[in-house]
């Protein structure tokens, strides 16, 4: 590969893709059917070995499998149903002949059926005569084969870069299509390698494709090798993060060995996942896939899971979320939600999915069912996915309204970029910064998007939070949205370094940067720039001033755009820290960021600037009221879902919108809540319509058809 490609292409490397050429696409059904799901998949062998079942247990999986539990689904709304088929490589025939029953009353009662794969892990005891005989482990650094927890370690992590594991994945694949004839596959466990600092894999197959990785990229370009790594013996570059405590980078990461591991192993898992979705196609198109891998929004996806979260799921039709920041308010105030999870989903074309509904968790987290079903209504295009307690009213109310949730594209005006390779690389920080500036977007209710890959159309305001290496493609992005007309807010040491993480001799967005931003020889040296040294401060409003605060914001008019810059909006020394005392990586429940920067009224202040001073629909409201925006593609028609997390009603919520001919929009509302939540006022004045919502209760939906 040519220099150019190496230093400014993708996280993924594409030439490990292309004897796989992407042919599925979403089956029908999934993108027009409303989900609403429920799922029992512990196999008996699982529910007896790891302890804790019940006496009954035969009498309850017979039930499972019943005409009698089928029609319970159907009376719940339930319209898909995952039951277990191969956990960790086992598969019983006596349950798999109880799947085929349970197949012919999910038909017959109109239920669609899905089966569970697992396949990260693999039942030790049960496979005892493969393991003797057969390599498929995956190993530590330490030459340990990592478990799924301490309490099964007979629940051994497999490796999918070892084609027998693969050859028994796609076996299982197989039977569960063409023998069980399903309808939806739930892979469980879509990540590929393990957690680094944890379970993370070194084994030997992946150290001999970690070589040959290197090799295919660099092999040909020994002076790009020079380079890169200060030599040209790739064969002797050993996979990082074998010898040193903790076995991950902490900040920025700089070092080309670690760079070119997370880049091999992202690229990796989309080849893996590649494999199974164009294997599943080729069985039959028809199928629908779920993936349960997370959407990690606080942490290092690519660092350390070695997941780049769009080729992992760009396949898939649903992308699972199995996190634990359903949506409630804290009684500290801050308003958890999964607003992200779902919006970075959508960019690669999948539903979210994420449990709901659980008594155990309304009693932990707060999140009732109503209102998890409203907040993933309003923010997955109206599709609930996975149901604990069933609210069969919402189901049915949404069932009689789903001609508004077909074909809906979210309106944007501002694209918080978390662009991938940069954030791939990213210090920590720049996930802080993404996320308080996306917080504030969510409190305050303006349209946005979280964009890893190109921003949306129509977008006026990007949000760089941090980017400090940018490559020079992604530059050349940056600078030519902002001369065409877009407005760019820079955060600190973004541009600073390019596509190897090596710092410039100036930021590589120079060219809209304000001219106070002082170039990096003459900055402070710290990770971050200090922009204190310009004397004069130019304000959105053309007014001077002076000031020695870092923090302050700098404006500039850059051809039809603008660009604003700040060095900082969250202090790091705010961040607890991401490892344990015993280096190992802190998977605890963590809502440090889910609040707004300290800064907001300047942080406000500047995207307005920068965005115009309008946007194209604002609510006003409580805090706790979410909102998302949509414009339905085939009608034209907008639609505005407001979410209400306060847990009791609040009264007049005030939608603001810019449309022609505003005197000529309807508006129509409709609520699961019932008629009486439906009550609006709405008045037009030149090009803005004004609809105030008398009473929200937890869900309402303004439908606005017009220009």
């Known amino acids: 590969m040519n220099e150019q490609d190496l230093l400014n292409g993708d996280l993924i490397d594409q030439q490990f893709l292309k004897d796989i050429p992407r042919k599925r696409r979403h089956p029908e059904w999934i993108q027009r059917e409303p989900i609403a799901q429920q799922g029992s998949w512990e196999l008996m062998l699982h529910r007896r070995r790891a302890g804790g079942g019940n006496v009954n247990d035969e009498r309850i999986m017979r039930y499972e499998h019943s005409e009698e539990f089928v029609l319970c689904l159907k009376e719940q709304e339930v319209n898909l149903f995952i039951t277990g088929f191969s956990k960790n490589y086992a598969i019983d025939e ?44 995956a190993k530590r650094a330490d030459g340990r084969v990592p478990t799924i927890a301490y309490a099964e370690e007979w629940r051994k992590s497999v490796c999918l870069h070892k084609p027998k594991i693969m050859e028994m994945f796609k076996s299982d694949i197989r039977r569960a299509v063409l023998d069980l004839k399903v309808d939806y596959l739930h892979f469980d466990g879509w990540n590929f390698g393990g957690m680094e600092t944890i379970d993370a894999c070194r084994c030997e197959t992946c150290r001999r494709d970690f ?27 050993e996979p990082p993060g074998i010898m040193s405590i903790p076995l991950a980078p902490t900040g920025l990461i700089s070092v080309p ?89 959508h960019e690669a074309g999948c539903w979210a999915w994420n449990y709901m509904g659980k008594p155990q968790w309304a009693s932990q987290w707060g999140e009732s069912p109503w209102i998890g079903l409203s907040h993933a209504s309003a923010f997955n295009k109206g599709r609930v996915t996975y149901l604990g307690n069933a609210e069969t009213s919402f189901l049915t109310w949404q069932k009689e309204n789903w001609e508004h949730f077909q074909d809906l594209e979210e309106i944007v005006d501002i694209a918080v970029w978390r662009e991938r390779k940069a954030m791939a690389f990213a210090d920590p920080l720049s996930y802080a910064t993404a996320m308080q500036v996306e917080q504030m977007l969510i409190e305050e209710r303006i349209p946005f998007s979280v964009a890893q890959q190109a921003w949306p159309g129509g977008t006026k305001v990007l949000v760089l939070p941090v980017l400090t290496c940018l490559d020079e493609s992604s530059c050349r992005k940056v600078v030519e949205f902002v001369e065409q007309g877009g407005g760019v807010l820079i955060v600190g040491n973004t541009s600073l370094r390019d596509g190897w993480v090596r710092k410039r001799e100036d930021f590589g967005l120079r060219a809209i940067l304000p001219d106070s931003v002082a170039s990096p020889q003459h900055s402070h040296p710290t990770p971050r720039v200090q922009a204190a040294f310009a004397a004069l401060k130019v304000s959105p409003d053309g007014d001077s001033q002076q000031a020695g605060d870092s923090g302050l914001f700098q404006y500039r008019k850059v051809g039809k755009g603008r660009a604003a810059y700040v060095s900082e909006l969250v202090d790091p020394k705010s961040q607890p820290s991401l490892f344990n005392l015993d280096h190992m990586y802190n998977l605890d429940l963590d809502t440090t960021n889910w609040r707004v920067p300290d800064d907001a009224d300047n942080l406000r202040r500047a995207l307005s600037w920068l965005g115009g001073n309008q946007w194209s629909i604002e609510v006003e409201s409580v805090c706790g009221v979410l909102a998302n925006y949509y414009r339905q593609k085939t009608t034209g028609n907008r639609s505005i879902h407001l979410v209400n997390l306060t847990g009791k009603p609040v009264a007049n919520t005030v939608v603001r919108m810019k449309m022609e001919e505003a005197d000529k929009a309807t508006v129509m509302v409709i609520s699961p809540d019932g008629v009486s939540y439906q009550n609006i006022i709405s008045q037009s004045s030149g090009n803005e319509l004004t609809i105030s919502l008398e009473t929200l209760k937890a869900y309402t939906v303004i439908i606005v058809s017009g220009q």
């Open 94 to 137: 006596e349950e798999f002949r109880l799947a085929k029953q349970l197949r012919e009353f999910c038909r017959k009662h109109g239920i669609r059926l899905g089966a569970y794969i697992r396949g990260d892990f693999i039942y030790s005891e049960f496979f005892d005569d493969l393991l003797k005989n057969e390599d498929v482990l």
């Open 211 to 237: 070589t040959e990785f290197l090799q295919r990229r660099y092999g040909d370009n020994p002076d790009a090798s020079i380079k890169r790594f200060g030599h040209a013996h790739l064969e002797a570059i």
């Open 257 to 345: 060995a670690w760079q070119e591991w997370i880049s091999f192993r992202c690229t990796w898992s989309a080849r893996i996942a590649r494999i199974v979705y164009e294997y599943v196609h080729s069985l039959n198109p028809e199928v629908a896939i779920g993936v349960n891998i997370g959407v990690p929004v606080r942490e290092n996806g690519a660092l350390l899971l070695g997941a780049d979260l769009v080729t992992c799921i760009d396949g898939a039709d649903i992308v699972m979320n199995e996190d634990a920041y359903g949506p409630y308010i804290t009684d500290d105030g801050k308003v958890i939600q999964r607003v992200r999870q779902h919006k970075m989903g």
